[in-house]
């Protein structure tokens, strides 16, 4: 298989957040229509540079980037640790991810991934960070994707660490989640550059060819 530029694009897209459904693929790395991308990843796949692989009843398949992938792109030799749990969450970052793309024409190549920012700093190092960071014009925005409330001591130093460290932050939070909503806005009052977003909301931009 010959590799043309855009397939070293997928592979390092999907390295960087640790795996993406193919409607992600499809958007991010500019395919015109589903089945172009489909063929692609498919010869991908057959070349043994990325994996693709059902984790939940329900989700579309997951690829991730195989041994061979990760040796290519540059990435750890290690298989990407895929949290079971956090697969939901991670499919909506990279939703969010689009919807900033497409609404407000932020550059694919401004956005630093939770990954990246570990990885910089060392994976051994126990730090939150946001899912990712919008760095456009020296102005860096924290992005949090939050779809059930944790424990409210941490919450409250996400969102002041968030303040401290970044010029802005969003969440993106279901509409149904009042709590957190109510702790948010409670917060608006002590920390300047705090918006909501509502995912709902973001989920009618954000659509399937």
């Given at each position: 298989m010959r590799l043309v530029e855009r397939d070293y694009k997928i592979m390092n897209e999907v390295g960087r957040f640790r795996f993406m459904l193919g409607r992600h693929i499809k958007v991010l790395c500019g395919f015109p229509s589903v089945s172009s991308c489909d063929?692609?990843?498919k010869n991908l796949i057959n070349a043994g540079y990325i994996d693709r692989k059902k984790y939940i009843y329900g989700i579309p398949s997951l690829y991730t980037l195989s041994h061979k992938g990760r040796i290519l792109a540059g990435f750890n030799k290690r298989a990407e640790n895929i949290r079971?749990?956090?697969?939901?969450?991670?499919?909506?970052?990279?939703?969010?991810?689009?919807?900033?793309?497409?609404?407000?024409?932020?550059?694919?190549?401004?956005?630093?991934?939770?990954?990246e920012l570990h990885r910089k700093d060392g994976f051994g190092v126990s730090k939150h960070y946001?899912?990712?960071?919008?760095?456009?014009?020296?102005?860096?925005?924290?992005?949090?994707?939050?779809?059930?409330?944790?424990?409210?001591?941490?919450?409250?130093?996400?969102?002041?660490?968030?303040y401290l460290n970044y010029d802005k932050q969003i969440w993106v939070v279901p509409k149904a989640q009042k709590k957190i909503i109510h702790i948010l806005e409670g917060c608006k009052n002590l920390y300047s550059e705090l918006h909501i977003y509502f995912m709902e909301n973001l989920k009618l931009e954000v659509k399937s060819d």
């Open positions: 063929k692609r990843l079971l749990e956090k697969v939901n969450h991670d499919i909506y970052v990279l939703d969010t991810v689009i919807y900033f793309i497409k609404v407000f024409n932020v550059q694919l190549d401004n956005i630093i991934t939770e990954k946001p899912d990712f960071i919008i760095d456009v014009d020296n102005t860096k925005t924290a992005v949090e994707i939050e779809l059930h409330l944790k424990e409210k001591s941490r919450f409250e130093k996400n969102i002041k660490d968030n």
